[in-house]
């Protein structure tokens, strides 16, 4: 994809060098690619197709990587993901409970934005990557 953008558009590979962050550099790219008017429709369809195969195989090295952790016989590789999505769980509402119970409890803003975020991730990655898992099988 990178020698494709570089022979097709240089420019967006050095517009988007700040901007990765927020969802990631292949995401990034592809928001820049779509309102780029220096490249033909052939070209950003080409993109587009890239950027799906590489995302396909993104997900591929994660679900292998979830089947390698499963079967390991390290009992800290199988059980760290339900222990994770076990301990944000708790974590909510003993906040919640805290915090309807205590009127004067009030966590820091960085704190709630970092403990959603967590949790988005991390159910995300566990219900919806489990599904799929369960689908392909």
Do not use: C
């Not at 990587?65 to 222990?83: M, N, S, T, Y």
Request: hydrophobic letters at 50%.
């Amino acid at each position: 994809m990178g020698q494709f953008l570089a022979s097709t558009a240089p420019h967006i590979l050095s517009d988007v060098a700040d901007l990765a962050p927020g969802g990631g550099l292949i995401k990034t790219i592809a928001r820049v690619v779509s309102g780029d008017a220096g490249m033909s429709p052939s070209d950003k369809m080409e993109f587009a197709r890239l950027a799906a195969e590489e995302e396909m195989a993104a997900q591929e090295q994660v679900t292998r990587r979830w089947e390698a952790d499963a079967q390991a016989d390290v009992k800290l590789a199988k059980f760290i993901r339900p222990v994770t999505l076990i301990s944000l769980t708790v974590f909510f509402m003993v906040i919640a409970v805290w915090d309807g119970l205590d009127p004067q409890f009030m966590p820091p803003e960085n704190y709630i934005d970092l403990l959603q975020f967590l949790m988005m991730t991390v159910f995300g990655a566990y219900f919806a990557g489990r599904t799929v898992e369960k689908i392909k099988k």
